[in-house]
């Protein structure tokens, strides 16, 4: 259940941590405005604050896990938003950052 929960928590905060990424680009690199970038800067805030609720309480961890989501996460959202398609080597590093995540976060410690 925690592992549910802690992949849920990143889906949430991906959205926040890449969507606002890409709101301050549109805002700021294509001059959609001022607005976009704030909104980008709240949702980069959101994603900090849902990043909080990982069960596990190592910073280090959950960002360096984080690090794996955003690499994947940001080849998906340039192919729904922007029209971007990844090669395979793109699908690849995502592949083994996806893979790094998952060991940082769920692999079985010992002493926690």
Do not use: K
């Amino acid at each position: 259940m925690l592992v549910l929960r802690s992949a849920a928590l990143f889906v949430v905060a991906a959205l926040f941590e890449i969507g606002g990424a890409w709101l301050v680009w549109q805002g700021v690199r294509e001059q959609r405005g001022w607005l976009w970038a704030a909104g980008g800067v709240l949702a980069l805030g959101a994603y900090g604050f849902v990043a909080t609720f990982q069960p596990d309480a190592h910073f280090g961890r959950i960002l360096a896990a984080y690090g794996g989501i955003f690499v994947a996460g940001s080849l998906l959202w340039g192919m729904a938003a922007d029209g971007y398609r990844p090669d395979r080597w793109d699908v690849t590093g995502a592949l083994v950052c996806l893979a790094g995540m998952a060991v940082i976060m769920w692999a079985p410690r010992n002493g926690g």
